[in-house]
């Protein structure tokens, strides 16, 4: 995870960035990086519903706002 916020610009009120999470899996990256960096819109993708849920459990249990489409 430290290896790609060093890929990210530092945090700035004038923007919001987005990261996706493709094939995110328990959504533990996607986690993470939501969780260290506030300021970022956070985007995890699955191809198969069963792991999403497993991921929008886990964004649930830490606490991290999410929207499920």
Do not use: Y
Request: hydrophobic share 50%; proline share 6%; glycine share 8%.
């Amino acid at each position: 995870m430290e290896w790609a916020l060093g890929f990210l610009p530092a945090p700035s009120a004038a923007r919001r960035p987005r990261v996706v999470d493709v094939g995110t899996g328990s959504g533990c990256i996607a986690c993470a990086l939501a969780h260290a960096r506030p300021d970022l819109e956070v985007v995890a993708v699955d191809v198969s519903s069963a792991v999403a849920a497993t991921a929008s459990a886990n964004a649930d249990a830490l606490g991290l706002q999410r929207r499920v489409r």
